[in-house]
C-alpha cells in the first residue's frame, strides 16, 4: 500500500514570554493534527515543558538529532522534537518583551530556514513573536517578513497575507508610518502583490480565485476630486492585469470592499496600506486569522494575533488561529512537496 505524501512542518514555540508554548501544546493534543504533516517543533525543552504545563496536556514526542531524520521517516505520526537551547529560564519572566526571547525567537526560526533552504523542510509555522522583543534580541528589519526574505535570498516582491476563514488580503504597504504610505502606491506593486495573492491562492487550493483591489482615498477617490491615486496609478494597474487575463476587480472604496468580501463575492482582497485590511479582517475573526508570509520560497505561517502577554501563563489562550495556520502550512507545504517531486 502506498503512504500518502505528507509535507514535513517546522513547528515553533514562539516567543518564550507569551502564549506560544502553551498554543502549541494545545495544537498537538489535537488528535488530528499529527496526521497532516510530518511534524519537527523545535525549540528549548524547559519551554515545551512550560507549555503542556500551562495547556494542562502531555503531548507525545520523539526526539530527532536533525531535520533529515524526519523526512527519512514518511510514516510517523508522533511529531518530532529538536530541542534547542536557546535561553535560560532566569532570563524569561512571562508577559515581558525581553531581548534574551527575541533573540531565542530569531535562532530558532532561522534554524528553520535553513533547513528549507536545504531541502528537509516544506513548511514552517510558528507561534506568536513580539517585534519589540526581537529588535532588542538583534532583529534589523522592520519586521520578521524582511529578516525572512533577506535570510532566504529572495530578490523579487514579497509581501505579508492576512486570511480569515476563505478570505484572504495582502497590502501595498505594511509596517511602516501612514504618512509614508503613498510613496508605495505605484503601478508595479500593485501588480506584484496581486499576481502573488492569486498564486498562492492556487497554492492553498482555490481553484478560480477572485481577487479585488481596494481604493486608497475616500470614496474611491470620487472621480479624482478626492484623491487622483485612483484615476492615475490604481485603475491602470488593475486594467493591465485584467489584459494579462486575472480575474481583478477594482478599485473598490475600501469602506465598502469587504461587504463583498463577507458576502463571498471575491476570495481576496489588495488594500493599500496595514489597517485598511487589519481592520477588517480582525473584526471577521479576531481569534482565527493568519498571517501568511508570500513570496518566499517556502510557505510560512503564523496566527495573526500577538504574544497576548497579559495572559501568558494562565492557561487562557485560544488555539484557533495557530490550528488554521498550520492548516495552511499543511496545504502550502503538501503543495510545494508535490512540485518538488514531479
Not at 498571517?291 to 489562550?317: C, E, M, N, W
Request: with cysteine; glycine share 10%.
Amino acid at each position: 500500500m502506498t503512504t500518502p505524501l505528507r509535507p514535513v512542518v517546522a513547528l515553533t514555540l514562539g516567543d518564550p514570554a507569551g502564549i506560544g508554548p502553551e498554543l502549541v501544546a494545545r495544537l498537538l493534543s489535537r488528535p488530528d493534527v499529527p496526521r497532516q504533516a510530518n511534524i519537527v517543533l523545535v525549540g528549548d525543552p524547559w519551554l515545551w515543558e512550560q507549555g503542556q504545563r500551562v495547556a494542562g496536556v502531555r503531548v507525545g514526542t520523539r526526539p530527532v538529532e536533525d531535520f533529515a531524520e524526519v523526512r527519512a521517516r514518511p510514516d510517523a505520526d508522533v511529531p518530532a522534537f529538536l530541542p534547542m537551547n536557546t535561553v535560560d529560564p532566569v532570563d524569561v519572566i512571562v508577559g515581558k518583551a525581553r531581548a534574551a526571547g527575541g533573540k531565542s525567537v530569531l535562532q530558532v526560526l532561522d534554524r528553520c530556514m535553513t533547513a528549507a533552504m536545504d531541502g528537509q523542510i516544506d513548511a514552517i509555522c510558528f507561534a506568536p513573536l513580539n517585534k519589540h522583543a526581537m529588535k532588542l534580541g538583534g532583529l534589523r528589519h522592520e519586521d520578521e517578513l524582511h529578516h525572512f526574505a533577506e535570510y532566504l535570498g529572495v530578490t523579487t516582491y514579497f509581501c505579508e497575507f492576512n486570511t480569515m476563514g476563505s478570505l484572504w488580503t495582502s497590502r501595498i504597504s505594511s509596517h511602516i508610518p501612514i504618512k509614508d504610505v503613498p510613496r508605495y502606491i505605484d503601478k508595479d506593486r500593485i501588480k506584484d502583490a496581486t499576481r502573488l495573492i492569486h498564486r498562492s491562492l492556487l497554492a492553498n487550493g482555490v481553484q478560480a480565485p477572485r481577487v479585488a483591489v481596494a481604493a486608497l482615498n475616500p470614496h474611491g477617490g470620487d472621480g479624482g476630486t478626492c484623491g487622483r491615486e485612483e484615476v492615475e496609478i490604481i485603475e491602470p494597474a488593475v486594467r493591465e492585469l485584467v489584459a494579462e487575463g486575472l480575474p481583478i476587480e477594482g478599485p473598490y472604496p475600501a469602506d465598502t470592499i469587504f461587504l463583498k468580501a463577507r458576502d463571498g463575492l471575491v476570495d481576496a482582497v489588495v488594500t493599500m496600506y496595514h489597517d485598511q485590511g487589519q481592520i477588517a479582517i480582525k473584526l471577521l475573526g479576531f481569534s482565527k486569522g493568519v498571517t501568511v508570509q508570500g513570496g518566499l520560497p517556502i510557505p510560512i505561517t503564523t496566527p495573526a494575533h500577538g504574544t497576548a502577554y497579559d495572559i501568558a501563563g494562565q492557561g487562557r489562550a485560544d488555539d484557533n488561529a495557530i490550528a488554521n495556520a498550520y492548516a495552511i502550512a499543511c496545504r502550502m507545504g503538501l503543495a510545494q512537496r508535490q512540485a518538488a517531486t514531479r
